[in-house]
């Protein structure tokens, strides 16, 4: 016995169709139940790796100032830990933004198709689409190198920082026996080609960089992957009922990308048929102009069809086909509103 919504719904109708592909309702949902579940993966991947490389810090940290204490010279080997510890959080941060390219494509799916499952009636928006698409046409890391690094040194990287800092002072304070001011300390700092003042302002200009690094970059927040305050959002984003004194930040926000959008113009002898190529095969409409041949003074035909760029070579091979003698031009529009692009309601 079918059901209501079951006698207005071909089954077999795709919701989908390019380049010879054409998917219905469950083929759709079982593809990208597959896709989802890829990325969680390499998300998950790319997530220990980055607990691989804290623990490397932390243990190199551990293993270089229980070596430091029993030597009673060696504090240089607390300042090459610095060094290294930079190293692994400059690695950190690159596999950071791998994380979030990811973890990018994990959120849209989760807050733009499975969400909207659960609250009826199931309508996918273009945006979430256009977003998904060009991070996987154009893949791109989602946040900058900046924000990753402050973002893994403020969970992070600033508690080994500190910690190799006390050490250092400390070794430099009580060996060989406990120092008697601040001036015996900074002599003890001295390498074979660096005075030990030298030494202490090079190492506090470090810290204050550090420092400033973290404290610079805590609003830079694109990173789709953490839950985190947003900042500075505009009043826009809030609904009227919305109290703003506890809504002025918000835990999640993504960006909007799209695929870049052509308008071709094609002039051509057989309109009719190429016209109706493009309705079938590539599911595009179609404007039909008619024109005149400012040389030959000849009446022409211009069709007018705005396409994705990923489209363009399906177009370009389509009219090859039918009409080896029609000039094509492809040129770039800001943006296209209205059935198969963006929408107009909200354009």
């Known amino acids: 016995m079918m059901n209501k919504e079951d006698e207005y719904q071909d089954p077999d109708e795709p919701i989908w169709s390019f380049r010879g592909y054409k998917l219905n309702p469950g083929h759709f949902t079982t593809a990208m139940v597959h896709f989802f579940r890829a990325e969680v993966t390499r ?25 430091a204490f029993t030597q009673p010279e060696s504090h240089l080997v607390i300042l090459l830990d610095l060094a290294l510890v930079t190293l692994f ?12 390219l990811w973890s990018y494509r994990v959120r849209l799916m989760e807050t733009d198709f499975i969400a909207p499952m659960l609250v009826p009636p199931f309508h996918p928006s273009e945006d979430w689409a256009e977003s998904l698409a060009e991070s996987l046409l154009h893949p791109t890391f989602p946040i900058s190198e900046l924000e990753a690094l ?17 050490s250092w002072l400390a070794k430099l304070a009580m060996f060989p026996e406990p120092a008697d001011n601040l001036y015996e300390i900074m002599d003890r700092a001295d390498l074979a080609w660096v005075s030990g003042y030298w030494v202490f302002l090079l190492v506090g200009l470090f810290y204050m960089a550090i420092f400033l690094l973290g404290l610079v970059t805590v609003r830079l927040q694109q990173a789709s992957g953490e839950v985190l305050p947003r900042f500075g959002l505009p009043e826009s984003f809030f609904d009227d ?12 926000f ?9 308008l071709t113009f094609i002039i ?4 009719k048929d190429i016209s109706e190529a493009i ?4 599911r595009r409409g179609a404007t039909i102009v008619p024109a005149k041949g400012a040389f030959s ?6 069709l007018m069809c705005a396409l994705f760029i990923t489209e363009i070579p399906q177009l370009r091979a389509l009219v090859a086909k039918l009409d080896k003698n029609a000039f094509v031009t492809v040129v770039p529009a800001r943006n296209v509103y209205g059935g198969g692009f963006s929408s107009l309601e909200r354009g």
């Open 268 to 271: 051509t002898e057989k309109p």
């Open 254 to 262: 993504r960006p909007s990308k799209h695929r870049k959008q052509r």
């Open 297 to 302: 003074g000849a009446d022409r035909t211009v």
């Open 43 to 67: 998300a998950n991947v790319w997530r220990r790796r980055l607990d691989e490389t804290t623990n490397w810090a932390v243990i190199t940290t551990g293993a270089v100032i229980s070596f």
């Open 150 to 166: 402050g973002r893994r040194l403020r969970r992070n990287y600033l508690w080994i920082y500190g910690i190799v800092g006390i």
């Open 241 to 252: 009922s919305q109290d703003r004194r506890s809504d002025d930040k918000r835990a999640w």
């Open 89 to 100: 959080l400059w690695v950190e941060a690159r596999r950071y933004r791998y994380y979030e």
């Open 279 to 282: 309705l079938k095969e590539m």
